[in-house]
């Protein structure tokens, strides 16, 4: 699992203007600071990054920051300009009090998240507070650490809802709400559910989630996450699939069943046989569904759209990379999984030798009227000299093609 590096505050206070007061058994409250942070300059609100393995938090200008203590009940609000964070209206305390800063605010709201990697940002609550007791007159050291964690859920098959919603022993979580006295924040609950995400179809969501307490995901009201006691840990990414990636199905072949291997390349993509059929078929054999197929009604031929791995000529990956390989002896393509949950996924098609190397592989899709389409590559050792979906494949008796079938269902 990947790491979120921690985000080090190093707040400074200044002096900006002075109250004076016609009660002189009070004190003179001093107003305003300015919060020195380590932050980077940039224009756009706060974000994530992946680099090189690894998460960094960064602010960005215009974010906010709540600052309070043990000796007023609510908060201040300090803005990033660009290389400090200013506050006009906090003041210094008469006396040494403790003092804590929350980020992204107060109180955060997890409820409904877009599931998108750039708006974690948004709610990736960092917390801390002074190491001793202190006025601010002489500045604020607060060091800021993650209080959440982030699940990377992946959701696989197509059309299959996803509504994510996470219990802990108090009920369902809805939100954080800052706590002075841990310099954290306590999770917010319902007894009622309350979904933290709802998609309707698959792909990579991001969602964030209370670190160091005990909890359970689950999809609609199936289970796919129970934590320790100790829960996740702050800072750290989790990847969660909602189902299966490969795995095996019978086909039905001369009327005996055997299990065929099958694997999936990308979030709700079809699910690929590990293997061809036996021997080439026309198209019209190809196009037969149901127990007339030629490995029963859990199969199918795919689509030209299943077999959208790359673009067409330039090779630009849309689903999957494509590399020429030679597997026992026999030249092909492998195409490799690009999404998260999926880079260790391959699916390999053999390739035939005249001069050169080539493949041809039907699909179910007529574009031409008269005419099967299929995948035509054409290719040498190093180099690829023809990747598209010819249009013009003929339905003849003796035009037979390669097929990779996929599960029907």
């Known amino acids: 699992m990947k790491k979120i590096l921690y985000s080090v505050f190093m707040l400074a206070t200044m002096v900006l203007a002075a109250c004076s007061s016609d009660d002189t058994t009070e004190p003179v409250v001093k107003r305003g600071m300015v919060l020195k942070a380590n932050v980077e300059d940039t224009d756009t609100r706060a974000t994530i990054t992946d680099t090189e393995g690894k998460w960094k938090f960064a602010f960005a200008k215009d974010d906010k920051v709540k600052v309070g203590n043990d000796k007023v009940d609510g908060y201040y609000t300090f803005t ?18 403790n003092w804590c800063a929350f980020f992204p605010r107060e109180e955060i709201d997890l409820r409904n998240q ?56 108090g009920g369902y979580v809805s939100g954080l709400v800052a706590d002075k006295k841990t310099a954290g924040f306590s999770v917010q609950t319902s007894n009622t559910k309350v979904s933290l995400l709802s998609t309707p179809d698959a792909g990579v969501y991001y969602v964030v989630v209370p670190a160091g307490v005990k909890l359970s995901v689950y999809k ?45 390349l990308w979030p709700g993509g079809p699910k690929f046989a590990k293997e061809n059929v036996k021997d080439k078929l026309t198209f019209t054999e190809a196009c037969k569904t149901g127990d007339a197929y030629v490995w029963g009604a859990n199969w199918r031929t795919p689509t030209k759209e299943d077999m959208n791995f790359v673009t067409e000529h330039t090779l630009t990956p849309i689903n999957a990379k494509v590399e020429i390989q030679v597997q026992n002896g026999v030249p092909g393509i492998l195409y490799t999984g690009i999404q998260p949950g999926y880079t260790d996924n391959t699916l390999f098609l053999r390739a035939e030798i005249a001069g050169h190397y080539y493949a041809f592989y039907w699909t179910s899709t007529v574009i031409v009227q008269g005419y099967g389409a299929f995948l035509d590559v054409i290719f040498s050792e190093s180099e690829y000299g023809q990747y598209w979906f010819n249009p013009k494949g003929m339905i003849t008796p003796t035009t037979k093609n390669w097929v990779r079938p996929v599960l029907a269902k």
């Open 114 to 169: 877009s599931g998108k990697f750039d708006d974690v940002a948004n709610m990736y609550a960092l917390a801390g507070a002074t190491a001793s007791a202190t006025t601010g007159s002489d500045g604020l050291t607060v060091t800021m650490k993650a209080k959440v964690a982030v699940l990377r859920i992946v959701g696989v098959d197509k059309g299959d809802c996803l509504d994510i919603n996470v219990q802990t022993d």
């Open 220 to 264: 609609g009201k199936e289970l796919i996450k129970a934590t320790r006691a100790e829960g996740l840990t702050a800072g750290k990414y989790y990847t969660l699939l909602t189902g299966k990636t490969t795995d095996k199905e019978y086909a039905t072949i001369n009327g005996e069943k055997v299990e065929k291997e099958w694997v999936q």
């Open 80 to 97: 990033n300009k660009g290389t400090v964070f200013e506050s006009t209206d906090a003041k210094q305390t008469a006396e040494a009090a």
